[in-house]
């Protein structure tokens, strides 16, 4: 760049900024130059669709046929006369709950396995992690099979192990929820061990070996070094998979079709009913922005809670 | 500096062209870029189509094998073929998917000129299709050759909304080596409930069973129709009619009563019951013989058909079907309709028959595909069904009615829930 050669100080005012401006404003430009790709996507891909589902949330909107603006209707259908929306609501909390708290125990209890002296740990990582990179449609597929009642793998163990069949894990809604909480939790976990052997990593070794000098047993120092140095790596973690599970669709979709009844209904899956089967777009979106309420308002939450219990 | 500078601006040129580029190719389903299909060729002969310029016309329809595309595109060059100034692209979607892409594109006015439309369907998007009766008057066209129920499916409200190539009535699809396996005689045409049972009592043994149930209305509708249900009034479902709590409250006693049939999982895929029937493990099932030369190619036991049977005497079966119509915003409904008829034409028919894909709508084709599809009791199956098939007309919003039919019914097959609350629930939000 053509940097002035004279001391700056000793130029009058509005020379330097006659001189350091146009440098300025090139920066700026080739900034915005290189932003720009991925603004106009976002634009075009993100904020208008979502700037126009809320319009849409405010009118009875059928793909086709006519389209009546009725303000609040849909939000107060919604919540006061839809007969199944709130049990829906229900099934997805049901669904976030058991999935991150599997999640987190499975992903950390086995991060913190492959950090102890394991041979072939690359191997392990690799294996525990190939699920998250297979498609979820292909999971599920192999899970209902797995799932068969009588003949499925899982029903041939209970078989072998106590004699009967076990749950008739896909036909009867009080086994159906925890089947794809459990096809998730395979499906899943391998994202969150990998963070948290990150996490575990950069704790200085150290601490703990300061510890154990000290006389602290294996438990002992897990609840009070390992674990609260791992919480950053834990709090990402757990906002990531709150998020991802409350927006669950693909499982429920192949694997049950929401089913039975609306055992494994959950809130997109509902939406997407709605948007695709009855191609009714305002109550549809209506659903949507529920969801987002709901999103923003439990990781406001637990960003406002994350001061007491994480450690950076 | 400078020169890195300038390699920067290349970089960015590149970046903004590559993502033009993507925006173009990612807007090609929303409406944006139709240029070189419809909207781009089609438009700027439009003016000049009867002047012996090419016309390009795009014909959207389900397809779900290479075989099917093939069949489709054949038909195609059939109507260059014979209009040499017409040139039909070709637009094939899976069939899970044809309908909502359908919507999709109605609702960003990128529709085709030339569509599929299934019966079942008329009611949700009958309203894209224009009237071909005034066609049909011009061409000198005879629609009385085509099967009388499925050309009256295809109507609403007095118009006729498409012109069928296939149809048929819903029969029973036997695997006959079963039957013999038992020492069972083959069930003929206008059996009876009782003789159904005591057949499928004894087929149902070391994990096999004698029939397999299905959610869908589809498949169970016939014993609701038999005993005089009404599943719809005053274009309304109306799933609480004794009828209909009878009908579907057989079909779900296959399995809690008789136990001649496996209660079904919950499941996002179509298609539990012919699986079943396929693999063995199911005697019997209920299906469309669009299914038939499919299936014959597929299972490695004998195929038959028969009716479904008949309670108290009467055997009702429903029945589906598609054909071919124009949407109503084709600027070249003219030409749409030349290659309509080409599609739907005898010699197309013909085609189709002997290809042994759906049964022919078109009666004089139907003689050569029961040749191709080569299994016993198949004409007397189909044509005993078809005396009495109810046309099955749907209100709208029937699909969805469908899918929550089939959504809910597993918790009628496991005992959950009653087979009247199961439809209670339903129609309670179908309404």
């Known amino acids: 760049m053509s940097a002035p050669t004279v001391d700056p100080v000793e130029r009058p005012p509005t020379a330097l900024r006659r001189d350091t401006r146009p440098a300025m404003r090139r920066e700026r430009r080739a900034a915005l130059g290189f932003l720009a790709p991925n603004l106009l996507g976002f634009t075009v891909f993100t904020i208008v669709p979502i700037g126009a589902s809320l319009v849409l949330a405010f009118y009875e909107w059928p793909l086709l046929g006519e389209r009546v603006f009725v303000g609040l209707d849909n939000v107060v259908r919604m919540l006061t006369t839809d007969p199944v929306f709130w049990q829906i609501v229900g099934n997805t909390f049901y669904f976030v709950v058991g999935y991150v708290a599997l999640n987190l125990l499975v992903s950390f209890s086995l991060a913190l396995w492959l950090q102890s002296r394991v041979r072939f740990k690359g191997f392990y990582r690799f294996v525990f992690f190939l699920p998250v990179v297979s498609p979820m449609v292909a999971n599920a597929m192999v899970w209902r099979m797995l799932y068969q009642r009588d003949d499925g793998l899982i029903a041939q163990l209970f078989q072998a192990l106590t004699g009967t069949s076990g749950p008739n894990w896909l036909g009867d809604a009080r086994w159906a929820m925890p089947a794809v909480i459990l096809m998730s939790l395979w499906a899943g976990f391998g994202y969150n061990m990998i963070i948290l052997v990150a996490g575990l990593q950069a704790i200085p070794a150290t601490m703990t070996e300061a510890a154990q000098i000290d006389g602290a047993g294996w438990w002992s120092r897990l609840a009070h070094v390992t674990l609260p140095l791992v919480t950053p790596s834990l709090f990402f973690a757990t906002v990531m998979t709150v998020i991802s599970s409350l927006q669950v669709f693909a499982q429920p979709f192949i694997l049950t079709g929401g089913g039975p009844g609306i055992a494994t209904s959950t809130l997109v899956f509902y939406l997407y009913q709605w948007g695709f089967q009855s191609y009714e777009m305002g109550y549809a979106s209506a659903i949507a922005w529920f969801l987002f309420m709901l999103i923003m308002t439990i990781t406001f939450i637990q960003f406002r809670g994350q001061k007491k219990w994480v450690h950076y | ?431």
């Open chain 2, 1 to 431: 500096m400078r020169i890195a500078r300038r390699h920067a601006g290349i970089v960015l040129a590149g970046a903004v062209a590559l993502t033009l580029a993507a925006c173009g190719s990612g807007s090609t389903g929303g409406g944006g870029g139709t240029a070189g299909s419809d909207g781009g060729s089609t438009d700027g002969a439009g003016g000049s189509a009867g002047g012996g310029e090419k016309v390009t016309l795009r014909w959207a329809m389900s397809a779900d094998s290479q075989a099917e595309v093939d069949v489709w595109n054949h038909l195609a060059d059939m109507v260059t073929e014979a209009y040499p100034e017409i040139e039909v692209t070709f637009e094939s979607t899976p069939y899970r998917e044809y309908y909502n892409k359908l919507t999709a594109q109605a609702a960003s006015n990128d529709l085709a000129c030339i569509a599929g439309l299934q019966a079942q369907r008329v009611s949700d998007v009958g309203s894209l299709f224009v009237d071909l009766a005034p066609y049909f008057e011009q061409t000198g066209f005879d629609i009385a050759d085509y099967s009388e129920s499925i050309v009256e499916g295809l109507t609403s409200d007095g118009a006729q909304l498409a012109v069928p190539y296939d149809f048929g009535p819903f029969v029973v699809y036997v695997n006959k080596d079963l039957f013999d396996a038992a020492g069972l005689e083959q069930p003929q045409p206008g059996w009876t409930f009782e003789e159904f049972i005591a057949a499928a009592e004894a087929l149902t043994k070391d994990g096999t069973y004698g029939w397999a149930v299905n959610g869908s209305p589809d498949a169970w509708l016939g014993w609701a129709l038999s005993v005089g249900g009404v599943y719809m009034a005053d274009g309304e479902p109306t799933l609480t009619d004794p009828g209909v709590v009878d009908g579907f409250g057989r079909e779900v006693s296959l399995v809690t009563e008789y136990g001649v049939a496996q209660a079904p999982d919950a499941s996002g895929q179509a298609g539990g019951a012919s699986d079943l029937w396929r693999n063995g493990r199911a005697a019997m099932y209920i299906d469309g013989p669009w299914q038939l030369i499919n299936a014959r190619t597929t299972v490695d036991f004998e195929v038959g058909l028969t009716t479904l049977p008949s309670v108290d005497g009467t055997s009702i079966t429903t029945m589906s079907g598609t054909g071919f119509g124009i949407t109503s915003s084709c600027k070249n409904p003219d030409e749409a309709w030349k290659a309509i008829s080409v599609i739907i034409g005898p010699e197309a028919q013909q085609y189709i028959a002997d290809a042994g894909r759906g049964f022919p709508a078109y009666t004089a084709a139907q003689e050569s595909w029961y040749e191709t599809a080569g299994v016993d009791g198949a004409r007397e199956a189909i044509e005993t069904a078809l005396e009495t098939v109810d046309p099955y007309p749907t209100p709208a919003g029937w699909q969805q009615v469908s899918a929550l039919l089939v959504q809910y019914s597993t918790e009628a097959f496991s005992g959950a829930r009653t087979p009247a609350q199961v439809l209670e629930l339903v129609q309670q939000q179908a309404g």
